[in-house]
Every structure is written in C-alpha cells, then in structure tokens.
C-alpha cells in the first residue's frame, strides 16, 4: 500500500505494529484523509483508523452485514456531496468568466 500511495503522491512513514496492523505517519496532515480512501478500497483492509474514528475497509471478512450497510451508506452520501460541489465550482466558475469577459468601450 505504501508504493500505492506514493505513486498517489501522498509521502507517508510506515510502522508495523503488530503482525496484522500498520502505522502510517504523513509529513502532510491532509494527505492521511487521501490515504484513508485509498486504503479503505483494498481488498486486504479490514479497518482504519483516523483522528479516533474507525473507517471500515470495503471487503471487511470480520465486519457485520449491517456495519458494512452503514459504511456504504457513507461512501455514497459523501461522493454525492463531492459530484454537487464539483458541479456548483464548475457552474460559479463559468459565471465568473461571463462576468470577465465584458465588452471594451472606445472613447
């Protein structure tokens, strides 16, 4: 996970704890959000850990039909929220260009 993560540009530490869990550390804080989706999509993960919050891995084997409902739940509301801020950015941004693009008066 940690070249998977490199090749995403997130530059991180990794630690291993036990036989089964690992420490990774950012030198940018921001990046560990960008991991934590990335690690929570590999089929090997079972859980993260991040800010005293658990993120359920999405092929969790240990974890409750019910647990995994909730997280998917999650997953969707969360990408619908980023799709209608994307969509409201692009729409601001072609607004401000309008407003750029007023015509030149000649004196």
């Known amino acids: 996970w940690q070249v998977g993560l490199q090749n ?3 530059q991180a530490e990794r630690f291993a704890i036990e036989e ?3 420490l990774f550390m950012f030198r940018e804080g921001s990046q560990a959000w960008d ?8 089929e090997r993960c079972e859980e993260v850990m991040l800010e005293q919050q ?3 891995g999405r ?7 019910e647990d995994k409902d909730k997280e998917e739940k999650k997953r969707k509301e969360k990408e619908k929220k980023k799709k209608e801020y994307q969509k409201k950015e692009k729409k601001d941004k ?5 407003s750029k693009k007023k015509p030149k008066t000649e004196l």
């Open 59 to 65: 092929y969790c084997q240990t974890c409750s039909q």
């Open 20 to 22: 089964d869990r690992v």
């Open 54 to 56: 658990t993120y359920l």
């Open 8 to 10: 995403n540009h997130i």
């Open 35 to 42: 991991a934590k989706d990335y690690i929570v999509e590999q």
């Open 94 to 98: 072609k607004k401000n260009e309008k």
